[in-house]
């Protein structure tokens, strides 16, 4: 079972930046594509961005590109989500997950990821 542990958020201005990473242990973390996806209060969580296993590959959802970067460290056995250009829609509950199925395709579905991370409070003020 994969554990996984969210960091970096916090409360910042519009127009500012945040780093948020997500630390995993428990299995071959490099095998995975891991997901950043985001819950804004009252709302479903949605995806944000992934990225594959070695890391060549990456997406994002329309409202973050440009302003997100995900990447990851196969090594550290992390990855992260360079979040630059913050808006106040950008608020929200960030949760890191890797793929349930080794080496696949990116997804955007949540049900293609699992072992949930607590999240971490990403709160973007106007």
């Known amino acids: 079972q994969v554990q996984l542990v969210e960091s970096g958020g916090g409360l910042v201005q519009a127009g500012g930046s945040l780093r948020l990473s997500c630390a995993a242990s428990g299995r071959t973390f490099s095998m995975y594509s891991m997901g950043w996806f985001r819950q804004a209060p009252g709302k479903e969580r949605e995806f944000v961005a992934a990225?594959?296993?070695?890391?060549?590959?990456?997406d994002y959802t329309d409202s973050v590109k440009g302003r997100f970067t995900i990447s990851r460290d196969n090594v550290k056995n992390t990855v992260s989500l360079q979040m630059n250009s913050l808006k106040p829609e950008d608020t929200a509950v960030y949760y890191c997950a890797p793929s349930l199925q080794p080496w696949g395709a990116l997804s955007r579905k949540m049900a293609d990821f699992g072992s949930w991370g607590q999240g971490t409070q990403v709160t973007v003020s106007s």
């Open positions: 990225i594959s296993p070695r890391g060549s590959s990456t």
